[in-house]
């Protein structure tokens, strides 16, 4: 029988709540995927984990196995081969068993999120069959140690900023050469930022660190700073500003100081420049849009705002109300958690938004809330810009004070 969304008959069907033992061979584990699984099974259920490192594995959930998990839960890597296997076996009462095979990893995205697809297995010698395999696979695999978690978790940051840094580049990609997009059908008079503003950002530019390159940035950055200055009364209303004089935060105009140094895009802070490790309200002109949002850099920054707001996020009460504001800012907005990106209509309960912000880490990945407007959206056309703008910032600023409490004060 194929299986479209494995989350359907894991949940509708009893299989995780009745689940005795279960073997799993993925290509890659996420936090939220194992919380998805984990939460659901019986406390006394076993289960046995084959995984490689070919396909990059969450460090948090492998630490969290190591650490807490020992008793019921036991994690083997097969290193002697490009691992890309996923088989989910399950026992049940009454010496049945239930198995899935397919596409999708032990990841929420692979459950349940992406385009995955899957085959059930019921028949008991097909079973004893795929269990075999697994076996085979599970003994001649490492045992999970502390040595080897250390080794990977070194270099685990470079290799998962690089996926994210690909990714990236990929949809920009695609943006620019997909669902008939022109530049030619632009009419860049009426725009603020105009067609060779978006191609100082071109990916064979991003390198470049030569005075052309430099002069084709300038008027990128240059335009952002009157923005700003046309912004400095609205900032000081609202408490983003201290002073009408604050010099703002800018994007580098030199790529080695960029991720993997590409230049690949320009920001200008629309928050105080006080705290280098938190969050910020940010204006940001890309290849092929300006956004507006509160996000971190790819780099991982942000710690010490994103922790305290995982912390408050435990809260039910501060959930609810943090979807309140979410949902306030209306459509077309996106939220990226984990490398992962969602539109922030989607989440309807707050429980759901609590399990996708779950996997939120730091160390790896950016966090942006943010909305995004092609080259040609009249909405940042010279004489739109300074509005749009200005009504981000209406329904922006309460939820960046919510994440960021210490906002408050500025």
């Known amino acids: 029988m194929l299986v479209k969304k494995l989350a359907v008959p894991l949940i509708n069907g009893k299989i995780l709540a009745e689940a005795q033992h279960v073997y799993i061979a993925t290509a890659a584990i ?163 930022f105009k067609k060779e503003d978006f191609l100082a950002f071109d990916r064979q530019k991003a390198l470049l660190a030569t005075p052309e390159a430099q002069a084709e940035r300038q008027p990128v950055l240059t335009r952002l700073l009157q923005l700003y200055d046309a912004l400095k009364p609205t900032l000081r209303t609202k408490g983003l500003a201290d002073s009408t004089d604050a010099v703002p935060a800018t994007a580098s105009l030199i790529p080695a100081d960029h991720d993997f140094q590409k230049l690949r895009s320009l920001w200008l802070d629309l928050t105080p420049n006080d705290a280098p490790d938190a969050l910020h309200l940010r204006l940001t002109v890309g290849p092929q849009n300006v956004s507006i949002g509160i996000t971190s850099d790819l780099a991982g920054t942000g710690k010490a705002d994103r ?32 490398g992962a990106v969602q539109p922030v209509e989607s989440f309807q309960q707050a429980d759901a938004l609590w399990e996708f912000l779950k996997g939120d880490e ?34 922006l600023t309460p939820l960046y004070r919510h994440i960021v409490p210490s906002a408050s004060s500025h």
């Open 362 to 395: 730091e160390m790896y990945f950016p966090f942006i809330i943010s909305r995004s407007y092609g080259p040609g959206d009249p909405a940042v056309g010279t004489d739109k810009i300074m509005t749009t703008i200005t009504q981000a910032l209406d329904v």
């Open 30 to 192: 996420s936090q939220t995927g194992f919380d998805f699984i984990n939460s659901r099974i019986p406390p006394k259920c076993k289960i046995e984990i084959v995984t490689g490192f070919d396909v990059l594995t969450s460090v948090p959930v492998l630490r969290r196995l190591w650490k807490h998990y020992q008793d019921r839960i036991t994690l083997s890597v097969y290193t002697k081969n490009f691992f890309h296997a996923n088989l989910f076996i399950f026992d049940l009462p009454f010496r049945k068993s239930v198995a899935f095979i397919g596409s999708g990893h032990f990841t929420l995205g692979g459950i349940k999120d992406h385009e995955e697809l899957f085959f059930r297995v019921d028949d008991a010698k097909e079973i004893e069959a795929l269990k075999s395999w697994f076996t085979g696979y599970y003994e001649f695999a490492e045992p999970l140690t502390e040595n080897l978690l250390r080794e990977y978790e070194a270099i685990y940051p470079a290799l998962k900023q690089r996926e994210i840094a690909s990714r990236r580049e990929l949809d920009q990609a695609l943006a620019l050469t997909t669902a008939g997009f022109q530049w030619d059908s632009i009419r860049f008079k009426t725009q603020y």
């Open 307 to 338: 922790q305290s707001f995982h912390k408050q996020l435990y809260d039910p009460g501060y959930r609810s109300a943090f979807l309140q504001r979410l949902a306030a800012l209306g459509p077309g907005y996106t939220l990226e958690c984990a």
